[in-house]
């Protein structure tokens, strides 16, 4: 795994919306070895708070 | 009342394909050359050929199950698919007959979900619950593809960041990075050599135009004037048939079983212009969305018991989806209001005209022929507000900067860094693609298959392993935990008492350990765009969605129309 950037540090390519789209171009770039940075406007689903059994 | 094309959109880390059918047909070379061949729309600047074998590749790296060869009646060949169609159900199959009397061939419906175990990932169970996100990691959504390969391969994902506008060097030659804003409505901006907008096709104009400098006084990459427009969707015909015994139709996915391109050619009905794509055999359940909650509009209290005691045995239904073309003056552009950030609101202005209204009553009246020759008890045209499915278009592209907003690679015309992903970038839309933004901008990405201008080749092997599958698709259930107390109820004392509303509910928090209130509410946390770009329409549909108004199951047009059944196009 890639180290986290770092605040104000350049990156490769920065994509707008984790979405299917943008899924794609960040698999194609990351294996290529490229810095990418997804920016997502909503949260991140998580399976702690999400099914009763785990999240209870 | 619900903005235009809205409840395909959604949000979080994986997008709006977090809750789509991953229905994956292809569009038709008729497709990319509408205006050279019946001098309507627009071309696009590529062919089916060049898109072709990403087509292939994206079905192995997501797994699409499916009939190749049953399809190449239809389309030129290509590759098989890496597994065989799906399991079929009386829901679907009842069908075949009685479309064939009607010449129109059913195929078996190519979806990106596997009938087989996939890359470490099980085989479906045909629960039919597609649309409120698959339980299970049978079905390809982005968290268990492209997304988990990405964060595998070292991306990082930042949530609750909204982009608010794209930064410029003092020249206005490059784009430098983004200014963004955290869940503590903190600041940031992230530079980095290339920007890619893959934030929905309404919200990236919305972007490009918020990011005006006195080098680019319209708005970035807008120097044609086209940023936001040609705005498209899909629009659907849903026709309804009652059965008095059992069809199984809690079985199967929520998409389709079968599908069909018989009417696909341009001018297949007569006084009409547009693609129509057929869809047989959706799983129904009891609820609002994607079920048959509100198959019946006219019905209330007993007459509404009992209809919805009925349907759910025996009720099935064809859809038909239609293509809308391209028009200048359907557009997104700024609003006066301004959001959270102080940024300009999108505002959504959208009309469908008369090919696309003949286009939707011709596909309901073969529809209703077609039901009556299941035999079925009862059939009837679901039909309510005209849907706006699939929203496409605002970033198209094209060989000219004067009359296109990005090149066949999603790359814009203006600015060498600056791209463009997912369907915004489409110049007709088809009408197969009735899968969200997933295929498309796979398709998109499979246009961006020359190395960029970083070097880098978009359209790289992208293969996958799987593992995140069960644990990470539940990731999305967060409504779990507020409405699980204490856990499951049986199912079988709830269906006794005949409440069937809350039977749904019951059986998925049985199922997915969340309550179908959950559900409802997940599908119109979608809805949640409404702070950004708001609809509003010239036509039937959609009216304004004002920032701040709560908007709930229940709101859409397709609640308030009279008649049966609006929400007919809820196929993603």
Sequence with gaps: MATPVKSGEKVDAVIAGASASGSVFAATLAKAGKKVVLLETGPDWQLSAATSRAGA | MAALGSYQSGWGVGGAALHYFANFPRLLPSDFKMKSEHNRGLDWPISYQDVARYYDKVAQDVGVSGDAKAEEIWRPAGKPYPMPPMKTFRNGELWVKACAEHGIRLAPACVGMNSTEYKGRPACIYDGWCHIGCPTGALSNPIVTYLGEARRAGAEVRARSTVTRVLMNKEGTKAIGVEYYDADRQRHTQPASVVVLAAWSAQNPRLLLNSATAKHPKGLANASGLVGKYMMCHFASGTWALFDEDVQNHLGTTGAQFMSYDRYPK????????????????????????????????????????????????????????????????????????DEFGMPLGRIVHGYDEDAAAVWNANFEEGLKIAKATGAKEVWSGRGAMPTIHLMGGTIMGTRASSSVVNSYGQTHEIANLWIAGPGIFPTA????????????????????????????????VSLEGGEAGGRLRAR?????????GGAAPIADVGAAGNYREQARREHQHRCGRSGEGVGRRLYAALDRRDHVRGESVCLHAAAVRPGEGLRAGDGPWHRQPGAGGESGAAV
């Design chain 2, 477 to 485: 259930r967060r409504h779990g935990r507020r409405h699980a107390r």
């Design chain 2, 430 to 461: 088809g009408a197969s693609q009735h899968r969200l933004a997933k295929p498309r901008a796979h398709e998109s990405i499979a246009l961006c298959r020359r190395p960029g201008a970083s070097g880098r080749r978009a359209s790289a092997g």
């Design chain 2, 267 to 338: 001018t297949s009905h007569k006084g009409a212009f547009g693609s129509t794509f057929i869809v047989a055999g959706s799983a129904l359940k009891t609820s609002d969305l994607g079920g048959f909650a509100n198959a019946r509009l006219d019905l209330f209290g007993p007459d509404l018991h009992a209809f919805m005691k009925r349907a759910a045995r025996g009720l099935t239904r064809l859809n038909a989806f239609g293509e809308e073309l391209p028009n200048v003056e359907n557009r997104v552009e700024l609003a006066t209001e301004k």
